[in-house]
């Protein structure tokens, strides 16, 4: 992969090569993007109903001449018959330790402005679990927390196909944390200040 983004020094791209083991999967990935050269790696493995996985990503800055912290994520899903979980941890080098910097780091940070992480924090849990009681309906739950403020965001979803082509779905985002103050000059925490959701989806497929 090549993006020619006009001139030489933005000129971005990526090669990846995957392993297929008997045991696991491995791929591994160089890559430059923008000011950054990019080491990445990721191994996944089957151990009866589980699956465990592990990836990071290593940078190194060009215009700092300095290798940058990494992103690392682990995790393992299980699968059942109508239920799967997902537990998942990861570390975010490209966010701050500082919660009163928030603000600061997102206008700053060229990995969060260029879409490469949405998260402004390091520390991160995460959990997921869906379960179809029934083969029109689905029912699903997911929590993403940040450790270092602390604050979560809770995700609930519930679908029921409708007809072949045709779904109907409610569901819910719900946040834990402190909130931004009046007026919001500072991010309190980063998950608490996404506030609270709900929404119903109608979808037609053609």
Do not use: C
């Not at 029912?139 to 809770?154: E, F, R, V, Y």
């Amino acid at each position: 992969m090549l993006a020619d983004r006009g001139s030489v020094d933005d000129l971005s791209g990526g090669l990846r090569t995957t392993f297929y083991l008997a045991h696991a999967d491995l791929y591994l990935a160089l890559g430059k993007v923008f000011d950054e050269l990019s080491v990445m790696a990721g191994v996944s493995a089957a151990v009866g109903s589980f699956k465990v996985r592990a990836e990071g990503h290593l940078p190194y800055s060009l215009d700092d001449d300095a290798v940058k912290l990494p992103r690392v994520t682990v995790g393992s899903d299980w699968f059942g018959s109508d239920v799967t979980v997902t537990l998942e941890a990861h570390y975010n080098g490209a966010g701050t330790d500082d919660r009163d910097a928030y603000l600061q780091h997102a206008l700053s940070s060229g990995p969060l402005g260029r879409g490469e992480t949405y998260l402004l924090g390091r520390w991160y849990l995460g959990a997921a679990a869906a379960w179809k009681p029934a083969p029109l309906i689905d029912l699903s739950l997911s929590l993403i927390t940040n450790l270092q403020d602390p604050s979560a965001l809770i995700a609930t979803r519930a679908s029921w196909d409708v007809a072949t082509n045709i779904s109907l779905a409610i569901g819910a985002y719900n946040t834990i944390g402190a909130r931004p103050p009046s007026p919001p000059t500072a991010l309190r925490s980063e998950l608490g200040a996404a506030g609270h959701l709900v929404y119903l989806e109608l979808a037609a497929f053609f």
